[in-house]
């Protein structure tokens, strides 16, 4: 928050709005702190100074005529590049300088990947774009970027597609800027998702783990992960109208899903949720209110979160006989029902959701094959073998109709299924030498 002079200390309000809320005409508490409307879009507060802070160098990228807007973005960005400082402000300055050609793009990004991970809420977008050039921080610039380049294709004819190249080299230096990690805003945090979410579909695992880490970081920081007011923890995201004040919690979720997409694939560690109860939704029931695009992100959320109970379950070896049986049963017959509801129901708009649910039935059953507790019989280890190969040809078989029944073509959940397809022979193997029947003659 910046203190103008004109800011009274002892009332602890300014005497005047801050300079978000009079560019866009909003009511403006004045609070010296950061005014409320600022808090809620997590901008930084700035109010005016006796002298207006001069202003920057016009931009030596102007537009030629005789080049696309494609071409003329291309060589902005590698001007910037060779010239190697000031690099928000240039970037900055680009983008202000071919502001339709990326508020076309930040269109498509509306109307394609934001369906499936909708946390960029439009109306708060709007006033971002909208406000004077003060209020555009860093993360905003990130944001911006990391919308356009998910929209890119891969390729152009032939060769890889130059602009989304020039979007990406941009994206990364002004994400991984030790200035834009030092003071974590919002927007920088969905730029983050964004990236990498990208960064996996470019097959790069390793540097998308990171990303997503380093967003869950960021995220503690700006408080994304603490429940709201009211509440004991973090609440799902529900599926209908949201507003600007849920994009915080849709972007901590969306964050968390991506990390357990990465982890379950690369065998990192998952970080715990520490939900204990939270309120839910009937899957099934609900089609007949939300869309199934609307509601394919609360379900993804609802798997994470039952990854999370079975992997709480694993951790804690303490936990009494009795009690590990009725939560294995308790949570072996959620899992199902949800699964049951996703595979029946939607299974393509949900892909990403069966896939890290499938992941916590198999983890599951796989512990209680494991287990070496007296409460689990020889014959309740068989049956876990045989539920596992069970699911995995029941979502192999549904996944052979590829067009129709995986619409999104999503890259986690083939990866996924087909990693756990494979381990059906380990499965099979273990009972041969454990119970002397394989699963095949159990099926």
Not at 8 to 32: F, H, I, T, V, Y
Not at 241 to 257: M, Q, V, Y
Not at 289 to 310: H, K, M, P
Not at 388 to 402: D, F, Q, Y
Request: charged content about 20%; hydrophobic content about 35%.
């Amino acid at each position: 928050m910046d203190l103008g002079a004109t800011d009274n200390p002892q009332s602890g309000l300014a005497s005047m709005s801050c300079l978000s809320c009079k560019e866009r005409k909003q009511k403006c508490d004045k609070a010296l702190r950061g005014c409320s409307r600022c808090e809620r879009l997590l901008l930084k507060c700035h109010y005016p100074k006796p002298a207006s802070p001069p202003s920057p160098p016009p931009s030596s990228n102007g537009s030629n005529g005789s080049l696309d807007g494609n071409e003329a973005l291309i060589q902005g960005f590698a001007s910037i590049a060779a010239r190697g400082q000031e690099y928000h402000g240039q970037v900055l300055n680009l983008i202000l300088e071919h502001r339709q050609h990326f508020e076309d793009m930040t269109v498509t990004f509306f109307n394609s990947y934001h369906k499936w991970v909708p946390i960029v809420h439009q109306e708060s977008f709007r006033e971002y774009r909208n406000a004077t050039r003060t209020d555009i921080c860093r993360g905003l610039t990130t944001l911006t970027l990391s919308m356009c380049l998910i929209t890119r294709p891969f390729m152009d004819g032939e060769t890889p597609d130059p602009l989304r190249l020039s979007l990406h080299k941009a994206l990364s230096r002004l994400f991984w800027d030790p200035e834009s990690i030092a003071q974590p805003t919002l927007p920088l945090i969905q730029a983050g998702v964004i990236l990498s979410s990208y960064e996996y579909g470019q097959g790069t695992s390793d540097a998308a783990y990171m990303t997503i880490c380093t967003c869950l970081s960021m995220g503690q920081v700006c408080g994304l992960g603490k429940p709201p007011p009211g509440y004991d923890q973090i609440q799902f995201p529900f599926p209908g109208i949201w507003t600007p004040r849920d994009e915080g919690l849709r972007t901590w979720w969306a964050s968390l899903i991506h990390e357990r997409m990465i982890s379950l694939k690369n065998g990192a560690l998952i970080r715990p949720l520490n939900i204990e109860t939270a309120d839910t939704l009937d899957v099934a029931a609900s089609l007949e209110t939300y869309d199934l695009i609307s509601i394919s992100f609360y379900c993804e959320a609802r798997a994470a979160n039952f990854l999370d109970q079975v992997l709480d379950l694993i951790r804690n070896g303490s936990t009494h006989s009795s009690k590990k049986q009725l939560t294995f049963q308790s949570l072996d017959r959620s899992l199902l029902m949800f699964l049951k509801s996703l595979i029946e129901q939607h299974l393509g708009t949900c892909c990403e959701a069966v896939a890290i649910g499938v992941s916590a039935f198999v983890h599951l059953h796989q512990w209680r094959i494991g287990s070496t507790d007296s409460v689990f019989s020889a014959q309740d280890r068989l049956e876990s073998c045989a539920a596992i190969e069970a699911l995995i040809k029941i979502i192999a078989n549904t996944g052979t109709s590829m067009p129709l029944n995986f619409p999104c073509q999503s890259q986690y959940s083939m990866q996924l299924i087909y990693q756990l397809r494979s381990q059906s022979d380990i499965f099979n193997r273990m009972a041969d030498r454990t119970w002397g029947t394989g699963l095949n003659s159990w099926w």
